[in-house]
Structure formats: C-alpha cells, structure tokens
C-alpha cells in the first residue's frame, strides 16, 4: 500500500477514536470549551475522510489526459479542509458567546480533564506522525491535516486550562472563554491552510520549493553550465514540473549541447527532492558571459575567466546575468 495513503487510513481511523474521546468527555461535563474541541474534531474526520478518498486518485500516475499527474487533486482536500476549519471556528465562537451570555452548569470536571489530557496526547502524536510522513512523501494534502491536528493540540491545551480554572477558581465563565481562544485559533489555522492551498492550486511561487531546486543546481553543476535563468515550477502534489532558460557555450552544436543538457537534466532529477521533469530551453552564450565562463579551450572568449557565479534563487528566476550587466 501507498504511505501516503497508509497514513491516511490511520489519520482516519485515530481521529474516530479521538472524536469519541472528547464526546464522552463532554457527556460527563457539559463544557462549551469541550464541545467546541468535539465539533474541531469533527473536522479533523471529515478532513480524514476527503484525503483518504483523494490518496486513491493522487497517487495514480500521469496519463494522456493528466501529463503532469494527479497531485493538485491534494491542494483541493487541504483547501476544503481549511475552509471547514475556518467555518468551524465561527460556530464555535457564536456558541462560546452565548455560553458566556447565559451561563453553564459543569460537572465531573476531574473526569472531563483526563478525558481531555488523552485526547490531547493521541493528537499530539497522530499529527506528529502524519506531519513526518507528509513532508517526506511531499504530500500537502497530509502537511494540511498535521497543521490542522497539530492545531487541535493546542485547542485541547486551551480546552484543559480552562477548566482547570473553573475547576481551581470555580468561576463558569472560564469555560466559554475557553472555547472563544479555540474559536480564535481555529480560525487562524484554518486560514493559513486555505492560503497555502489556494497558492499552490493557482501555481504560486514556493520560497521551499525554490531554495531547493538552487541547491541542486549548484551541487550538480559541470563546466559547461554557464547560467541557469527564468525558471518557473508547476507544483502538482509531489510531482513538480521545472522550465528553465540553460546558458552553454555558442560554439557547441546541437549534437554537443543536447546530450549535455539531458544528462545535467537528470542529474538534477536525481537528486531533487520528490518527482517531477526539468524541461531546459538552451540559450547560447553570445561571448556575454565570459568571465563567469571556466569552459576551455574557447574559440570565441573575449574576456578571461574570473569566476563562476554560484547560483541564487534571484539569479535562476530572474533574467539573464551578463558580463555588461555587472561591469
């Protein structure tokens, strides 16, 4: 089996143990923070469930139809999750509010408090996992929902310190404040994953993505590799699509210049982080980039080499940088 649908089988089936958790937990308390953390965690298993059904496709992989794969299919799940969240997080606050106008009774707080320190715990370590597994599988459908339960940690925290204040201090309306923090956070996260969604869906640039990819340029750099520039990435779940404008020496023929990219191509590929293809247009150097050149001998040098430029996330996304650029 997939891990990445592994994981999402066990997100699943860890998120029906922990809604049951906080919704006994409430059926001895009656607390408003609590059932705003159950109503979180109703989320949490809906969010599951979409990712669970969507691993199926995502993992399929490119055809006719789909030649750069199935991956954005994820950013879908975790937009859908980001926009339950942020939902979730304002009936949350409509509730705490009237909790707050017209008072609770709470009960068997001492049992509410285990029951909320476990459900916390298994979270704790569900996120962690399913947070280790979806960096690792570049799966942001499973970074989404780690950020979402990691986040349901902190609302549980928020969740047991209220009621250890209605517990210490016996004043109710620590409850329902409670539930307005867990509202609050909510909100917030829930937006952040709708944001990071939404700007992979619409192929926003990626600050990790392209720290990455300057790394690998420079680590598989060969003589030959003049400057590497105007480079812009289609992110499809783990399968990233690469164009790039490659600089090589003019006096190259075609016979020369292509092996040479297709080999530097696959280097690159090997050792880039999660799947996906470089596709290089080749520019010829036009002796304007002769100091940065160490290509010898040279027919057409007309400045000695000084040194080669190492490459920058502004020197491959931004045009070309010539000799007369930095004379």
């Not at 926009?83 to 009936?91: E, K, P, R």
Request: glycine share 6%.
């Amino acid at each position: 089996m997939d891990t990445s649908r592994k994981a999402s089988i066990i997100s699943f089936v860890a998120s029906l143990a922990i809604l049951g958790l906080k919704f006994f937990a409430y059926t001895q308390t009656g607390s408003t923070a609590i059932l705003s953390d159950a109503m979180e965690s109703i989320i949490n298993v809906l969010a599951a469930a979409v990712t669970l059904l969507l691993m199926k496709f995502v993992v399929a992989p490119a055809d006719d139809k789909h030649p750069y794969g199935h991956g954005k299919l994820e950013y879908f799940s975790a937009a859908f999750e980001g926009g339950l969240i942020t939902i979730a997080g304002l009936v949350i606050a409509k509730e705490a509010i009237q909790a707050l106008w017209k008072g609770t009774v709470l009960h068997n707080l001492d049992t509410g408090l285990i029951f909320v320190t476990l459900a916390a715990a298994g979270n704790l370590a569900l996120g962690l996992y399913i947070g280790r597994i979806g960096k690792r599988e570049r799966s942001e459908a499973l970074v989404a929902s780690a950020q979402h339960i990691l986040s349901d940690v902190w609302s549980t925290v928020g969740t047991f310190v209220g009621l250890a204040l209605v517990w210490i201090f016996e004043i109710p309306q620590f409850d329902a404040i409670a539930a307005l923090v867990i509202a609050g956070n909510l909100s917030y996260s829930g937006y952040k994953i709708f944001r990071r969604s939404t700007a992979a869906l619409i192929d926003e640039t990626d600050p990790n993505t392209l720290v990455h990819l300057t790394e690998t340029f420079n680590e598989n750099r060969r003589s030959g590799v003049i400057d590497i520039h105007m480079t812009k990435v289609i992110r499809s779940g783990r399968f990233h699509h690469v164009d790039c404008h490659l600089v090589v020496p003019e006096f190259w023929s075609i016979a020369e210049a292509h092996p040479f990219t297709e080999s530097f191509e696959k280097d690159v590929i090997d050792s880039y982080e999660g799947d996906g293809e470089i596709n290089f247009h080749i520019d010829p150097c036009y002796r304007d980039f002769c100091s940065a050149c160490d290509v010898a001998p040279c027919p057409v040098r007309q400045k000695p080499f000084v040194t080669t430029r190492p490459f920058s996330i502004e020197s491959i996304t931004g045009p070309a940088m010539r000799d007369s650029d930095i004379s």
